[in-house]
Every structure is written in structure tokens, then in C-alpha cells.
């Protein structure tokens, strides 16, 4: 079993920054890579940025410009760096972890964080 706690969203301002943070805890061997996925309403869920353990990390283009994902493997941790954020922007955040293949392709895995809600007011 895999627990993935997120924390860090709230309502900003557009052009603003947030951080999110997703602690893992349990079988964390059984994971090679992390995710983060975002749904907003009346949307699909869909994925924002991912990262291995050897630190190779893919990022959706919509954001690459101003998103950033990394870990701290020792905390078990992934972040979500998130600049100059937008309305569009809006959307429950989600942690996931899975496994990512030598192409960079993330792979979700079962296991799901709560979500947090990150708003961006124009």
C-alpha cells in the first residue's frame, strides 16, 4: 500500500505562484516515478507533469514554460512549482504514483492522493 498526502493549494491571484507538495508513505519501492494530474470542472483529468527517480521528468506543454516538478527522494516527497498561474489554471490537483518508461511515457499507477484544489482569480 501507498499513501500520498498533497498539500499547498489555496486561491491566488492570477500571475501569482503556488507550491504544491505530495508525501509518500508505505511500499515506496513499488513505484519508480511520480505524477502530477489536475481536473478542473466538467473536464478530464489530465496529466500536468511526472518524474522518475533518476530525475528525468516530462512537463505538459501548456505549462512548461512555468511549471516545475522535482522530489526529494530522501523525504519521499514530489513538488509541484507552479508561476505565474493563470484562471485556467483552476483545478483540483492530484498526486499519483506509477512508473515511467525510457520515452519519458508516465504510466499511472493505483495509487491516488485526496487532491487539492488550487483556484487562480483573475
Known amino acids: 500500500q501507498v499513501q500520498l498526502v498533497e498539500s499547498g493549494g489555496g486561491l491566488v491571484q492570477a500571475g501569482g505562484s503556488l507550491r504544491l507538495s505530495c508525501a509518500a508513505s508505505?511500499?515506496?519501492?513499488?513505484?519508480?516515478?511520480m505524477a502530477w494530474y489536475r481536473q478542473a470542472p466538467g473536464k478530464q483529468r489530465e496529466l500536468v507533469a511526472s518524474l522518475n527517480t533518476d530525475g528525468r521528468a516530462a512537463t505538459a506543454a501548456s505549462v512548461l514554460d512555468r511549471f516545475t516538478i522535482s522530489r526529494d527522494n530522501a523525504k519521499n516527497t514530489v513538488y509541484l512549482q507552479m508561476n505565474n498561474l493563470k484562471p485556467e489554471d483552476t483545478a483540483v490537483y492530484y498526486c499519483n504514483a506509477g512508473s515511467m518508461d525510457k520515452r519519458n511515457y508516465y504510466y499511472a499507477g493505483d495509487y491516488w492522493g485526496q487532491g487539492t484544489q488550487v483556484t487562480v482569480s483573475s
Open positions: 508505505g511500499s515506496t519501492f513499488s513505484f519508480n516515478a
